[in-house]
């Protein structure tokens, strides 16, 4: 779950920018598809973002990124939600969920399975869930990823 400097340097470029707005900066990411190139802005608020939302930032952040920048091949610039099963990348996403319902994925699988469902309990020293009773940790280096299950906002 390593983050693409791309990725964070371009988050640096334009979380003021989008939290002038009232809007939170989920995440940015910065992934080769195919031939293309997609710069992905993840944005949040209180109630969920509508596509005003996403497209008031989009045209925000467009003459920043212009000047800065900070990509040398072309991209497309997607701006979006994170969605009900919104990836949890940062420390304060796992803060803000503790206790709440999560899906995991592996990298290689742990007793014959990739995928795990349990709660949320910590972020200190690995991903820690409760899954059956049972309190189990993942190092952050062998998940794919976390996200939100069946989330209610």
């Known amino acids: ?5 791309t990725a964070v340097k371009v988050a ?3 979380k003021d920018s989008i ?9 940015v990411k910065f992934q080769k598809e195919g031939t293309s190139w997609y710069l992905r802005v993840f944005i949040d608020k209180d109630g969920g973002v509508d596509i005003n939302d996403c497209t008031d930032v989009s045209r925000l952040i467009d003459p920043i990124l212009d000047e800065a920048d900070p990509i040398n091949v072309s991209y497309y610039l997607e701006v979006c939600s994170p969605g009900l099963e919104r990836e949890l990348t940062e420390r304060w996403h796992f803060e803000k969920y503790k206790g709440e319902k ?5 990298i290689r699988p742990r007793d014959n399975k990739r995928e795990f469902k349990g ?10 869930v ?3 009773g049972e309190e189990i940790t993942f190092d952050t280096k062998e998940l794919v990823y976390v ?6 906002f």
């Open 12 to 14: 640096g470029l334009i």
């Open 147 to 152: 996200k939100l299950d069946d989330a209610e």
């Open 19 to 27: 939290e002038g707005m009232g809007l939170q900066l989920w995440d």
């Open 1 to 5: 779950m390593a983050k693409n400097p």
């Open 130 to 132: 409760e899954i059956d």
């Open 102 to 106: 999560v899906m995991l994925k592996l």
């Open 119 to 128: 709660v949320l309990l910590s972020n200190e020293n690995g991903v820690i």
